[in-house]
């Protein structure tokens, strides 16, 4: 495995092995697989539960974690290849990551999209820059997906089904006052898909994921003879499901002109103990950070069905499962 960029790039195999090693750190916490190694993290965006585990898991495998925050700790970073940099941006990528690339052994980056131009910035560009001109393994923290986060979701679902083929994974859009990337959402429909489940969409109308997700996420299900389908009734999305996965985020179409009068006339979007109750039983679960009573209810976030807790837990085996598959590529 040369990089981690993104659960679509990797293979279903791939991802069972991940998912295995990550069981394994959890019964095993401490290795030297990444002994006297550095992971530099290059965070442009917030972290609480990345910024922690990555650190954590870097030092638990015998190695150390540099936390650089471009334009904060670190001179800002311009993305851009050929840029004319007259504005207020003292280093660009390309430099910053063969310097950076010849000082650690991995390099890893949380930099959300901008929300000026989807179609510009669905391009990923910083990611695939960084990965283009970086010597060493980069791990996506974070851009326009976020396969980690992804894989610590998957295996709290595993740790409550024997099996997931044909499972109904339902994925909700949920109110949050401002527009947030669909990162989470993007790579959370992916795996599942890729897994076998069952997968309903649930969002208000215009708030439609990337269409080359939607279909990639409806090829896979169809290669797996599960059922695939966007719904815009959150009631509906809601009946019978196993698990619920709520995440907000910014609709495309209002993508650089967003509308607060619109966004909020979809409050009613919380999960709360009315919709769990037309599930079948389900568990739920969020990435982290939520707006209680916002999002989701106090009750429904403090039930014995829900799995923030455990799903977070997850990020730290995890991630130590990527560190060592990207080790074992790139010695």
């Not at 936390?67 to 004319?84: D, F, M, R, T």
């Not at 109904?168 to 790579?187: C, E, G, M």
């Not at 499962?321 to 010695?331: D, F």
Request: hydrophobic share 40%; aromatic share 8%; net charge neutral.
């Amino acid at each position: 495995m040369n990089h981690f960029l993104a659960i679509e790039n990797h293979t279903k195999e791939e991802i069972e092995e991940l998912l295995a090693l990550a069981e394994h750190y959890k019964a095993q916490p401490f290795s030297d697989v990444f002994k006297n190694k550095t992971l530099i993290a290059l965070f442009f965006n917030p972290s609480t539960r990345t910024k922690t585990t990555f650190d954590l898991a870097a030092t638990q495998l015998g190695g150390h974690c540099v936390c650089l925050e471009p334009g904060k700790s670190s001179w800002g970073i311009e993305a851009q290849e050929h840029a004319v940099m007259d504005g207020d941006k003292e280093e660009h990528l390309k430099d910053a990551a063969k310097v950076l690339s010849s000082y650690g052994d991995i390099l890893a980056l949380r930099s959300f999209p901008a929300f000026k131009d989807w179609k510009e910035e669905k391009k990923d560009s910083m990611l695939a820059n960084l990965a283009k001109w970086s010597t060493k393994p980069v791990i996506n923290m974070e851009t326009i997906s976020h396969p980690c986060q992804a894989l610590a979701m998957i295996r709290a679902i595993k740790s409550k089904f024997s099996t997931l083929k044909h499972k109904k994974f339902v994925l909700t859009w949920i109110y949050h006052p401002q527009p947030l990337n669909t990162a989470v959402a993007n790579s959370a429909g992916m795996i599942a898909s890729m897994l076998g489940m069952d997968i309903t969409i649930a969002n208000p109308e215009g708030y439609d994921l990337d269409a080359g997700y939607l279909k990639l996420m409806g090829e896979h299900c169809k290669k797996n003879q599960a059922s695939f389908r966007v719904v815009h009734d959150m009631n509906e999305a809601m009946e019978g499901a196993d698990f619920v996965y709520a995440k907000s985020w910014g609709s495309l179409g209002q993508y650089g002109a967003f509308n607060q009068a619109v966004q909020d006339s979809h409050r009613g979007w919380i999960v709360d103990e009315k919709k769990m109750a037309l599930t079948h039983h389900a568990y739920f679960s969020h990435c982290l950070p939520i707006r209680r009573n916002v999002k989701a209810t106090d009750a429904v976030l403090d039930s014995e069905q829900c799995l923030i807790y455990e799903e977070a837990a997850n990020r730290l085996p995890v991630q130590k499962a990527i560190i060592t598959k990207l080790m074992e590529g790139n010695p």
